[in-house]
């Protein structure tokens, strides 16, 4: 086995590096392949291929609303007629699934290939889903409006009616009145008020009202903003911290018992995922400045592929107490490709802001993808970590969020055109 392992660590450090635009390629095939299993309903994507050790073979809202809108930011761009159908197919499935009975309504984070939710013991609420839901679809809204292609919006889309029965508003109205009570976070571990969930909850209700009011629905809007700014509001209040810069979650009720430094890769993923929308914090807010440092501090020590290969950006993972291994919660956690990543991302978005030391910029960000594509099988797959001593891939086969998260990386960073 000990053999085994050498070979391949040996024939892995000799495989091609691919380049950052041919893994976007890959990235793209295998997140529509994700999106078109045969058995799976259709618009429904599974967050990975695995069906054992760990099966995956759900979709989950918040990974499927983060595929949909990479592949939205991907249609802007490329106007490819197949993709805008394959967002037309997520938008008939979701309002499928909102209508169906579950048990958490709207907040139910994971469902069955069929579409009907998923019954087992799980962490729910997770209420960062319809957040992040809305927020993809406003976007695909919009561009239909621009394209004079409005018949999708109001007949599923959007319309004032209250109770809501279109799919926008029904997230919506379940954000504005749902905000205050504590869910899952999106590690699906531990119930509270987290940062991630309320600043999706803050930018969807801000982009809700701006989208009302293009609808007429302008009492709906005047709602939605005002929520919006208590949410804004209560973030500022109880997440700021002199040590850490911007906490996880407060307010915790139920709790692994070992994840105490507040620190997570969460509230970064919370910035980008709500980018360009976002204003509650800038970029190089003193507070997001010291949070990303103590991320890159914590977990460049933590690893050993961090020093091993220094010359290559850092590898982050969710958080320095995670014990889940991609199989197992009793074991030391790993890199995120994901994670990783979203570091890569934030320099991108900081240089479009500082506008000074580009080439310094130009450097973190290359380093950051050059430590995703070295991790990876080097064929084009991603799983959902490498292990932190070997650097070898682990956890679920080709994570659809692994995949999505390089591709909005890429294209917010300007390399897609
Ligand atoms: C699956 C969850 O999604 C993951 O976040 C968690 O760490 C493991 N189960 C172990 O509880
Ligand atoms: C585990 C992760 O913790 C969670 O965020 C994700 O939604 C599921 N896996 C599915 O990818």
């Not at 801000?206 to 009302?212: K, N, P």
């Not at 906490?247 to 709500?274: F, M, Q, W």
């Not at 080439?359 to 950051?368: A, G, H, N």
Request: glycine letters at 6%; charged letters at 20%.
């Amino acid at each position: 086995m000990k053999l085994f392992l050498f070979f391949f660590i040996i024939g892995h450090a000799f495989a091609a590096i691919p380049t950052k635009e041919q893994q976007f390629a890959d990235s793209l095939l295998i997140v529509l392949s994700n999106a078109s299993r045969p058995d799976v309903r259709p618009g429904m994507v599974v967050a990975s291929p695995s069906r054992e050790a760990p099966n995956y073979y759900y979709d989950w809202v918040r990974d499927t609303s983060l595929t949909m809108k990479s592949l939205i930011d991907y249609y802007e761009i490329t106007k490819k007629s197949s993709i805008k159908s394959k967002i037309v197919q997520w938008v008939y499935a979701e309002e499928y699934r909102q209508n169906l009975p579950t048990f958490s309504g709207l907040g139910e984070p994971k469902y069955n290939i069929d579409g009907s939710g998923f019954t087992g013991a799980w962490g729910r609420p997770q209420n960062d889903g319809p957040a992040l839901r809305a927020l993809a679809m406003i976007k695909f809204a919009r561009i239909l409006l621009k394209e004079g292609d409005s018949d999708l919006i109001f007949k599923t889309l959007y319309h004032g009616h209250l109770p809501a029965d279109s799919v926008i508003k029904k997230d919506l109205e379940y954000v504005a009145h749902h905000w205050r009570e504590s869910s899952f976070d999106l590690w699906e571990e531990e119930k509270g008020m987290h940062f991630y969930t309320l600043l999706s909850q803050h930018v969807a209700l801000q982009e809700g009202a701006l989208f009302a009011q293009e609808m007429n629905d302008l009492g709906a809007s005047e709602f939605y903003q005002q929520e919006s700014i208590k949410i804004g509001q209560f973030i500022k209040d109880h997440f700021l911290d002199e040590r850490v810069g911007l906490l996880v979650s407060i307010e915790r009720s139920s709790t692994l018992g070992y994840k105490n430094s507040g620190l997570d890769i969460a509230p970064l993923l919370g910035l980008i995922h709500t980018s360009p929308y976002q204003n509650l914090f800038r970029l190089n807010d003193p507070f997001v400045v010291v949070y990303v440092k103590s991320l890159i501090k914590s977990f460049a020590d933590l690893y050993a592929v961090n020093r091993l290969y220094n010359d290559l950006g850092i590898s982050l993972g969710r958080y320095p107490e995670d014990r889940y291994d991609g199989y197992q919660t009793t074991k030391t956690g790993n890199p995120w490709f994901l994670s990783t990543m979203a570091l890569g991302e934030y320099y991108c978005q900081l240089k479009k802001q500082l506008k000074q030391n580009p080439k310094k910029q130009d450097d973190l960000i290359e380093k950051q993808f050059q430590r995703v594509l070295f991790h990876s099988d080097r064929e084009g797959h991603l799983s959902e970590q490498f292990h932190h001593e070997n650097g070898l891939m682990q956890g679920a086969v080709d994570l659809t969020w692994s995949h999505n998260s390089f591709m909005t990386a890429m294209m917010s960073c300007g390399f897609i055109r």
